[in-house]
């Protein structure tokens, strides 16, 4: 597989160390001149650009948390003159106020770079032809792809997200080689193919980058073998840049953490405490090249852990796991603590099952969480006996009880009747009121 930027992504630990340095002194003194905001809770926790000696002194710095993103909307943490900017993107602000990432060129070319190792990371090539079934606007997911497959000249087809028949009408007619929308989709689009009889074998489809959105080991698997293809796990953030800040390479162990760019911390998302390799916590991660809105030491909310052995494509960077949840999407359900992504495995890799599903959590007449698990079924499980279905049933039941010890009510539902996502799919309904 090619390796997009060899000099950065198989740099020897130590140069990367005193680029990560050179960059972090940089932002901090960028930020602590330019944004009001940096200053005072710089000042405030005694840190001045001259604190930062070594990458150790990293932790002095106070963490930059969602909230005061928000309180700062929309232009509180611009660290550049406003006519410096080429473009904004925002989340889509469906948990309140939007997120925001503002760019200036030197950002647009950076996250052309780190695109451009991420795609090539799936093989992309100046000769494949690039369907980007990401959303095209604010959300950073389509323009991202579509900085990185223009660096690297592939062929582009600006397609944007959803219009399923339409995705497979233009990835039938002009040959797309490589994909790239979220997971979810990439099975929606394999269910439509599958009702117009078309077979991914014999198109010239060979890889795709999924991302946005939670996605299990059993996910890869399915569609893997639906679409005949290879799918990478690719992650990033609006707040830091986009698409752009890890990817997995051909050997799928860990995303390539852009450490050049972007520095990562493992915290204990109670104490703050910076965890060693290894160990699971919350990812905070220093924009380290950022012009626009640099952010430090930044609480994703992002829950994995960093693995530093090497990695047989090459590159030397840290990587990091396939992520495990979010602290605020980790449920409590009768005090026993999970993810939903815990939920999928179990329910992808039991024989029957579908990978679509949603997760109603609420409180019955007794004010005691119940939890139901809605799951979609196949065709020829959900038209046979009814004995097999009960069967079926309890077998997840029994499977989440004894490896998540939750006791969940099981659902089996027709194939193609839990909602479609063009885009993130919900898969949590949470109807308690406190
Ligand atoms: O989702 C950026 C992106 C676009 C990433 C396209 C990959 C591909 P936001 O909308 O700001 O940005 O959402 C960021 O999505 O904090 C994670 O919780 C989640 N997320 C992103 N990638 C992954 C992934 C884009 N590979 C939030 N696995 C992040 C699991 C992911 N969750």
Redesign the pocket.
């Known amino acids: 597989m090619p390796i997009w930027n060899k000099e950065i992504e198989c740099a020897s630990h130590e140069s990367r160390r005193k680029l990560q340095l050179e960059r972090l002194q940089k932002t901090v003194e960028r930020v602590y001149a330019r944004v009001p905001f940096y200053r005072n809770k710089l000042e405030g926790a005694g840190v001045t650009p001259d604190t930062i000696a070594s990458l150790k002194d990293i932790a002095k710095i106070p963490f930059t948390t969602k909230d005061e993103l928000r309180q700062t909307y929309p232009y509180g943490l611009l660290a550049c003159d406003r006519s410096e900017l080429v473009e904004i993107h925002t ?2 602000g469906t948990t309140g106020t939007p ?1 925001v990432g503002a760019y200036t060129e030197a950002d647009i070319d950076m996250w052309s770079d780190v695109m451009a190792r991420t795609l090539s990371m799936a093989g992309c090539t100046k000769d494949d032809t690039v369907q980007n079934g ?1 959303g095209y606007g604010l ?3 389509g323009l ?2 579509h900085y990185g497959a223009r660096r690297i000249g592939a062929n582009i087809l600006p397609i944007s997200s959803g219009n399923t028949r339409r995705q497979l009408k233009v990835m039938r007619d002009f040959g797309a080689t490589l994909l ?1 929308c ?1 997971p979810s989709y990439s099975l929606f689009l394999a269910e439509a193919a599958h009702e117009e009889g078309i077979d991914f074998r014999e198109l010239p489809l060979k890889a795709g ?7 299990s080991e059993n996910m890869r698997v399915e569609i893997e073998s639906k679409l005949d293809i290879s799918a990478h ?7 830091l840049i ?2 752009g800040v890890a990817a997995e390479c051909e050997h799928k162990n860990g ?1 390539h953490f852009n450490e050049d760019c972007f520095y990562p911390e493992i915290i204990d998302p109670h104490t703050g405490e910076v965890l060693p390799d290894g160990e699971k916590g919350e990812l905070v991660i220093t924009a380290l090249r950022r012009e626009g809105t640099p952010l430090l030491r930044y609480r ?3 829950i994995t852990y960093l693995m530093r052995d090497t990695c047989a494509c090459g590159r030397t960077s840290v990587r990091i796991h ?2 495990l949840g ?1 602290t605020d999407d980790m449920m409590i359900i009768r005090g026993v603590n999970c993810f939903p992504s815990q939920i999928e495995n179990v329910l992808m890799r039991i024989e029957g099952t579908q990978p679509h599903y949603q997760i109603v959590i609420d409180r019955g007449a007794t004010h005691l969480d119940e939890i139901e698990i809605q799951v979609e079924v196949e065709e020829a499980v959900f038209s046979d006996v009814t004995r097999a279905m009960e069967q079926l049933r309890q077998r997840i039941r029994n499977e989440l009880k004894s490896e998540l010890g939750i006791m969940a009510n099981i659902k089996l539902v027709e194939p193609r009747t839990i909602a479609r996502s063009e885009g ?1 799919a919900q898969r949590i309904i949470d109807r308690r009121t406190i």
């Open positions: 989340s889509s997120v990401y959300f950073t997911g991202g792809v790239t979220t980058c999924f991302g946005a959105e939670p996605w796990d690719i992650y990033g953030l609006t707040e986009g698409p995303q994703t909310r992002d396939r992520l979010r993130k």
